[in-house]
């Protein structure tokens, strides 16, 4: 089944990037046919995949209506993996939106005509809650919460959550909460030890029992415009990964 999956965290740096590059590879590894969407402007998916930036149509022409997802779809390089590419003015969509009446929709509308194509389509919003990343939410299946397993961890969670519940009760009935993935995961340090036991403590069922190490191999994969699946097949980070893919699927 077509399942849209959104990854968001309104703090920067969790891991939202990495997770959605890495988990959409994943699967396409795994033979599903996958979609990734740039929803940030500083287009690190997008990058991370080796290809440009400044590609158009992108993601930002599509919500202006300037472009179908259709011709905004672009093949990687790897199989099974698809992307909308973001584009540095996508950074102007966060004001341009909220100007257009009904605009939460716009990305559900797009994705319409393309989605039962993908099983899965990945959405990577930007660091805020503003109007992109409830554009995803409203065209989302089902969140992924990355965490940096760091302290602080759990600061805006809460809002988060109340956000979430807010677009499940006025513009999105079936979204549902996937997971909360702990990121960057120093099995060393007492922090993060500390840190994953009192993530799991405050929401029992939430979070996946995948953690993702924190990994040179996965930290330095998008330099060379590639997921860590690509750039070191047998590293703890793509280990990770697939085992998050696995428990993706055996969840949905
Ligand atoms: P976000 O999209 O939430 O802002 P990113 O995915 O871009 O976060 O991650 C922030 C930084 O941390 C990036 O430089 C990324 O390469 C690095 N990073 C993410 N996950 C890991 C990891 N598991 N191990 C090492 N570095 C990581
Ligand atoms: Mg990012």
Do not use: W
């Not at 992108?58 to 990687?76: C, H, K, N, Q």
């Not at 759990?154 to 513009?171: K, S």
């Amino acid at each position: 089944m077509a399942t849209v999956y959104a990854i968001a965290n309104q703090k920067g740096g969790v891991g939202k990037t990495t997770t959605a590059v890495n988990l959409a590879a994943c699967v396409a590894e795994a033979g599903y046919e996958a979609l990734l969407v740039d929803m940030d402007a500083q287009a690190n998916a997008t990058v991370g995949l080796g290809i440009p930036k400044d590609s158009a149509p992108s993601i930002y022409d599509v919500l202006s209506g300037d472009a179908t997802m259709e011709e905004a779809i672009r093949p990687t390089g790897i199989e099974h993996l698809s992307l909308v590419p973001a584009s540095p003015d996508l950074a102007g969509a966060s004001v341009e939106l909220p100007r257009i009446e009904e605009s939460e929709g716009r990305l559900r509308d797009a994705l319409a005509d393309v989605r039962e194509r993908y099983t899965f389509t990945i959405l990577d919003c930007p660091p805020s809650l503003g109007p992109l990343t409830v554009n995803a939410l409203v065209a989302a299946d089902r969140v992924i919460v990355p965490v940096q397993a760091e302290y602080f961890a759990l600061e805006g969670l809460a809002g988060l959550l109340d956000t979430l519940g807010l677009i499940q009760r006025e513009l999105n009935p079936r979204l549902t909460i996937a997971g909360m993935l702990l990121t960057m995961h120093d099995g060393r340090t007492r922090l993060a030890q500390d840190v994953e036991r009192e993530v799991r403590e405050h929401f029992p069922t939430l979070v996946f029992d995948t953690v993702i190490p924190r990994n040179i191999r996965v930290g330095e994969a998008p330099s060379f415009g590639r997921p860590v699946i690509h750039h070191d097949p047998h590293c703890a980070g793509s280990d990770a990964y697939f085992d998050l893919a696995k428990e993706v699927a055996a969840r949905g």
